[in-house]
């Protein structure tokens, strides 16, 4: 992997970690995801005419991709609603670069070398002792829908990979991605969060806006680096974001940060390191 493209997936783990702070810290619990999504489905949309309509190869995996998408901003916002940010996130992040990476393995082929699937592995060890530190305090309810929540990122994380590979056009995948996937937002904050859009203060619009002007970038980023790196090693060199995440956790939404959580940053910092060697 390129300096370049690591440094790419950094800037991206770092911009993840922020929206996601954003929706948690929103009242709305799962509602603040689904805006996070509507909005940065609005942003993608004046660009659309900048890089024209999807190629015939990319209609299949967006039309995977809204459904995997929809269904991860639905259990997200239930986890974050039902969980302590701290716990949730981590945990969520770090059980799903694992399956990418051995799905990548066996459906792509893509087998990184040695040093860098230690490093990913590493790494990933590293976000779920993040997220056990102190002994798994979630409710089951909300276990349960982080690991769903897992499940969900892997599967769009390989479908959208091969998406943006199927035609090399990242850019335009990923906004056509954004802006379908927002058109079924105002259904799903209804349904799931009974809530429509007249009812949203101007301080939801407003976090909703930076939380998708930052999902977007973070995203876009990600779904580049896809078509330059092997899959399951952008997943997992992603889950940095959790570094970032236990600092906003502690200095910005005043979660407890103990000795476990420095240990298991050490971790993940070791992880990264082996991953940018191999």
């Not at 790419?8 to 922020?18: D, F, G, K, R, V």
Request: some cysteine; glycine content about 10%; hydrophobic content about 55%.
């Amino acid at each position: 992997m390129t300096l370049s493209i690591f440094s790419a997936i950094l800037l991206a783990a770092l911009l993840h970690a922020l929206w996601n702070a954003l929706a948690k810290r929103q009242a709305a619990g799962r509602v603040s995801v689904l805006l996070v999504s509507l909005c940065s489905g609005l942003f993608s949309l004046p660009f659309l005419p900048l890089v024209g309509l999807p190629a015939t190869v990319e209609y299949p995996w967006l039309a995977l991709s809204i459904l995997l998408h929809c269904g991860y901003c639905l259990f997200l916002g239930r986890a974050y609603r039902l969980g302590e940010f701290g716990q949730v996130y981590p945990l969520a992040r770090g059980c799903a670069p694992l399956m990418t990476l051995l799905f990548g393995a066996l459906l792509l082929g893509e087998v990184p070398g040695t040093v860098a699937v230690s490093g990913a592995l590493v790494l990933v060890g590293g976000v779920l002792l993040m997220a056990w530190r102190g002994g798994l305090r979630l409710a089951p309810a909300a276990l349960q829908a982080v690991l769903i929540t897992s499940l969900f990122t892997a599967a769009y994380t390989l479908s959208d990979g091969m998406g943006a590979r199927s035609a090399d056009a990242p850019v335009r995948y990923t906004l056509w991605l954004f802006t379908l996937t927002a058109l079924m937002m105002p259904l799903l904050m209804r349904w799931q969060g009974r809530t429509s859009l007249r009812t949203l203060t101007r301080a939801d619009w407003y976090s909703g806006a930076l939380g998708g002007a930052l999902s977007l970038l973070a995203y876009g980023i990600v779904i580049w680096a896809m078509t330059r790196a092997p899959i399951g090693l952008v997943a997992a060199l992603r889950e940095s974001s959790v570094l970032f995440a236990v600092l906003l956790s502690w200095g910005w939404l005043g979660e407890r940060l103990g000795r476990a959580r420095l240990m298991a940053a050490l971790v993940i910092l070791g992880g990264i390191l082996l991953i940018r060697l191999g």
